[in-house]
């Protein structure tokens, strides 16, 4: 995204208590530090166990990844006050791939906080990134996963439609997972993954519906390079050498959840429950050997509908609602409906920034 891409937009800015005015234009090159220092401000208040997001970690995750990112800024007095940002990455439909945005990250100054009119900062920001980046041929829709606060004012004033509300998660006993024999599949950690992660994924595709295109490229960004998280990434193949599946993982998750085990990201034909067991048990061994911490359970996302919630169910895995909510906001051109999300995304906690 260049600078000559950047333009700006008037915003009528009169906000509760200040009448201060303000601009919306597109990110540009420089715009980093100071959108840094803004999430860390804001992400501050009210929270005495945050920390502060690096500027390395923001450079891996939006100019880093490999579909890009698309972000927009408001401005006053010289100062960011507010952004709205999608990291896009690439799914196939029926009718041909397209790229969807993950909708994370959207600050707002508290002083432009205080109104929710049609030219807030809020909506005239939101409504500025629509314009610019809701269209078939960029993002043909955005996902995300909304705290309640923003599920409430995103349904009511931003065209949130609820997709998985809650998303379930699926969870099953470290021990137990452990004890699973290898079946005569064999499992090793790799560093990075390699080509045959597009041709297994291709050869998914078929299973999967409308789900995120699974790439070296974009696997070795999102967990390989991953400069604030520590994943295991793990291949497995039968006795003979064939290709039975590929499987990411994480211990515990941001402090909070210290005893979950994340099953994070996966590829593994539906029904091949003796690859599914084979992985897991290598992860559990691997969780089981992390000293001085209380890991207990593993943790997974599988859409209701599809073939691996039916496995992991069959494996033991008991699942209940979670914390988080899954919604979509269309654009005009969408040609894609909440009723179809539901029954056909597929999104897994590799999809999410959340984990």
């Known amino acids: 995204m260049s ?24 990110y540009r090159a420089g715009d980093e530090t100071a959108i840094l220092a803004l999430f860390n401000r804001v992400f501050a208040i009210g929270n005495p166990d945050f920390v502060p997001r690096r500027l390395d970690h923001w450079r891996w995750a ?10 927009m800024v408001a401005e006053a007095d010289g100062a960011l006050v507010g952004t709205f940002t999608a990291q896009p990455s690439r799914f196939r439909f029926p009718d041909g791939e397209f790229r969807l945005g993950q909708a994370v990250d959207t600050v707002i100054a508290p002083e432009f906080r205080a109104s929710l009119r049609k030219n807030g900062v809020y909506l005239t920001l939101s409504h500025a990134f629509y314009e610019r980046f809701g269209r078939r041929d960029d993002l043909r829709f955005l996902y995300g996963f909304p705290n309640p606060q923003a599920l409430r004012i995103g349904t009511k004033f931003g065209g949130y439609e609820p997709v998985r509300c809650p998303v379930l998660e699926s969870e099953i006993p470290l ?48 967990y390989a390079d991953c400069p604030t998280t520590r994943y295991r990434l793990l291949r497995a193949q039968g006795a003979s050498g064939e290709l039975r599946g590929f499987l990411v993982h994480g211990f515990g998750w941001h402090g909070f959840r210290k005893e979950i085990v994340p099953i994070v990201d996966f590829l593994v034909a539906p029904g091949d ?29 599988t859409p209701p509908h599809h073939p691996h919630f039916a496995d992991l169910a069959a494996l033991g895995f008991k699942s209940q609602p979670s914390i988080f909510n899954l919604c979509i906001r269309r654009f ?7 009723e179809q999300a539901t029954r056909e995304l597929y999104i897994n906690m590799g999809d999410s920034d959340i984990y």
């Open 175 to 222: 021990a137990h997972a452990g004890r699973w024999p290898d079946g005569g599949v064999e499992v090793e950690e790799v560093e990075r993954f390699g080509l045959e992660v597009d041709a297994f994924d291709d050869a998914l595709a078929p299973t999967m519906g409308v789900a995120a295109r699974r790439t070296a490229r974009y696997w070795n960004w999102r």
């Open 273 to 301: 429950r003796a690859t599914w067991k084979a992985l897991l048990a290598d992860v559990a061994r691997a969780a089981q050997r992390e000293r001085g911490t209380p890991l207990k359970t593993l943790l997974a996302w």
């Open 62 to 71: 939006f100019p880093g990844n490999p579909e890009g990112h698309a972000t």
């Open 332 to 338: 005009a051109d969408s040609g894609y409906t909440p």
């Open 3 to 26: 600078d000559a891409d950047a333009t700006a937009i008037p915003g009528a800015g009169a906000e509760a208590g200040g009448g201060r005015r303000f601009s919306v234009r597109e």
